[in-house]
């Protein structure tokens, strides 16, 4: 049987170590994917469905009214968020397009945080402070918590459905 022999020692490398880490230069990393082109709609041939009231006279003038009505008349469902439906900017707008996802309902998006006026307008158009809005068959359905509530009562599926089919 042939002696075996202790492997001989590896070589140590001491790699000296910095007292303090270098600082990172933030100008040097990637930037952010630039955000995804905003949905223009084209204003199809459904007629305008009547106004909602507004709350005084505010930043939904005639024009933001009317520009509004036409959008909101022209698809069956309508979700005015921050962000678009692939790229939602807040955890709000997300939740309302997973469920409207989940359903498998066609609907369009508009960002509201892409156009200011739009913004403000909305807010006086459907006297709702807050975004995301959902429009069902050119009616305000509501925001987010409203649309959650509906959505495990049922209620969403059967209007959603209604609307479909009118």
């Known amino acids: 049987m042939a ?3 202790a492997p001989a020692a590896a070589p140590s490398f001491l790699i000296p170590l910095p007292t303090r880490p270098h600082s990172i230069s933030f100008a ?3 930037r952010a994917a630039p955000r995804p082109p905003t949905l223009r709609l084209s204003l199809g041939a459904r007629p305008a469905r009547p106004q909602v009231a507004s709350s005084g006279g505010g930043a939904a003038g005639p024009d933001m009214r009317e520009t509004l009505d036409k959008v909101v008349g022209a698809h069956k469902v309508v979700l005015f968020m921050k962000g678009t439906k692939d790229f939602p900017q807040c955890g709000f707008s997300h939740t309302v397009v997973q469920i409207l996802r989940s359903l498998d309902v066609p609907f369009e998006t508009l960002d509201v ?12 158009y459907s006297s709702w402070p807050t975004f995301p809005q959902l429009y069902i068959d050119g009616e305000f359905f509501g925001g987010c918590d409203i649309t959650l509530e509906a ?7 059967e209007t959603l459905e209604k609307a479909m089919c009118s």
């Open 113 to 124: 945080l892409s156009n200011d006026a739009l913004r403000q307008g909305l807010k006086d």
């Open 3 to 5: 002696a075996v022999s």
């Open 28 to 30: 040097a990393l990637p």
């Open 151 to 157: 959505y495990k009562s049922g209620e969403l599926q």
